[in-house]
């Protein structure tokens, strides 16, 4: 399948910094990609849409300008979680869809995760 | 009402059954439906993608699909101990967004 990887895997920090996740896709082009967050116990949960080249698309009740979302090429999006407080510890979790773009029957493929820990 | 659910378990097999993971969905316009198995601490891997009512099968997976009753459902045959994960319905509505269940935790016995 599809290979998506995360970086990095965990991260560790302190209250009020900010920490960036990047998601590649290594082996295809992507012109949309997926976050997500994932709380212990809980299921995936859509944060955002990433859109290369645009505005990133945020699901209801997610914070656009605490979750910076920039999808500057076709490979590589970031998600950047500012001002981190301890209730954003959580395992972020990145995917895209096969055929690098959104549409009804793609397959989305998922990074590795990284599981950030804000103390 | 929520828009994918499953049964959260634990559904306990022994080894060698057949484990049988059901999935219900609310939006009758969804196209697509995938098995997803997440291991603790990991990312979900893809196990099956059912997008016509039937069945269709894969090694020791089955999923079937029901578009008029609004179900899905996956069987691993011969359960293996190595199988003991959650296992994620995931629903592609025409706003092609992933929309998850819960998950179903598999607990697969010697």
């Known amino acids: ?119 | 009402q929520k828009e994918v659910e499953q049964n959260s378990g634990p559904l306990s097999v022994p080894e060698g059954a057949i484990a049988s993971l059901n999935c219900t969905y609310s939006d009758r316009g969804s196209q697509s439906f995938f098995w997803y198995r997440q291991y603790s601490g990991k990312s979900p891997e893809l196990i099956m993608s059912i997008y016509s009512n039937g069945d269709k099968e894969d090694g020791r997976f089955t999923a079937q699909l029901n578009k008029a009753s609004q179900y899905v459902s996956l069987l691993i045959r011969d359960s293996q101990p190595s199988d003991s994960a959650t296992y994620l319905c995931a629903v592609n509505l025409n706003t092609d967004k992933l929309i998850f269940g819960t998950g179903t935790r598999l607990q697969v016995f010697p």
């Not at chain 1, 290594?26 to 990433?50: H, V």
């Not at chain 1, 995917?95 to 773009?101: E, K, L, N, V």
């Open chain 1, 1 to 119: 399948g599809a290979v998506v990887s995360q970086h990095p895997s965990w991260v560790i920090c302190k209250s009020g910094t900010s920490v960036k996740i990047e998601c590649r896709s290594l082996d295809f082009q992507a012109t949309t990609m997926f976050w997500y967050r994932q709380f212990p116990k809980q299921s995936l949960m859509l944060m955002a849409t990433s859109n290369e080249g645009s505005k990133a698309t945020y699901e209801q009740g997610v914070e656009k300008d605490k979750f910076l979302i920039n999808h500057a090429s076709l490979t590589l999006s970031t998600l950047t979680v500012t001002s981190a407080h301890p209730e954003d510890s959580s395992f972020y979790i990145c995917s895209a869809p096969t055929s690098g773009r959104a549409g009804s029957t793609d397959t989305q493929y998922f990074g590795p995760g990284t599981r950030l820990t804000v103390l």
